[in-house]
Structures are given as C-alpha cells and as structure tokens.
C-alpha cells in the first residue's frame, strides 16, 4: 500500500492576515496540533511552512503505509502505525530461550531478551 504524503490530514482555517491549519492524527483522528497565522506566496508554500514549524514534531510516519500518528498510534520498534503492526499480548513463552514467564516485565527473566515490542 505505501502511500507517501508530504503531511498529517490538515484542516485550513481562513484569516485575512494569513491561514491557521490544524493536522491530525490519520487513525485517531485526533486533533493534534494547530499552527499560528502563516502566510506564503501560495497555498503550497503555506502549507509546508506550517507542517515543518507546528505539526511535523508532532507526528510519525509509518514505514508500512505511510500514515502519520501520534506516538500513541505508533510502534517505534518495528516503525509502523498499530494498524499495520498491532500492539502484541503478552507472551506465554520467551521467543528468546523459551522460557515459560513470569509476572508481567518487558524483559525475560532467564537471558534477559526483550520479550515484545508493545507497551512501552
């Protein structure tokens, strides 16, 4: 699927004196930043002066499908959004030296591998 885009979902809020855009979280659709005022030569110019100084920061973008979240909406260790890569239930076994675990850690107990990527 890999779309690419250059932002978040935005929404334009018209002034005389230049636009404000709010950016948004693709899977929640949260609200997730607002810009100031911005004003440029074109509504291009416009729009990636005010991702790059107020929204971009604020978001991720998946390496799957190129969606941009929020941090909880992402999976910094595999790179993608929760809907590409959900979030894992905790293991019954170590997928390291296959222990059985124990109360509820991120890490094993026996060799100490981290024992899913969820959560953190």
């Known amino acids: 699927m890999n779309r690419k885009k ?5 929404k334009i809020i018209k002034y005389e004196d230049g636009n404000r855009y709010e950016f948004y979280c693709e899977l ?15 509504d291009e110019e416009e729009l990636i002066l005010a991702w790059e100084n107020y929204g ?3 978001f991720n973008q998946c390496h799957k499908c190129g969606k941009w979240v929020t941090g909880a909406m992402y999976n910094p260790d595999v790179l993608s ?9 905790y293991p019954k076994y170590c997928p390291g030296c296959g222990a059985k675990t124990q109360d509820p850690s991120n890490y094993c107990h026996i060799c100490g591998v981290k024992l899913f990527y969820g959560g953190e």
């Open 6 to 10: 250059n932002t978040a979902d935005y």
């Open 28 to 42: 929640s659709h949260a609200l997730v930043c607002a810009s100031e005022h911005v004003s440029a030569k074109n």
């Open 56 to 58: 971009r920061s604020h």
């Open 81 to 89: 959004c929760v809907q590409c890569t959900p979030l894992e239930d």
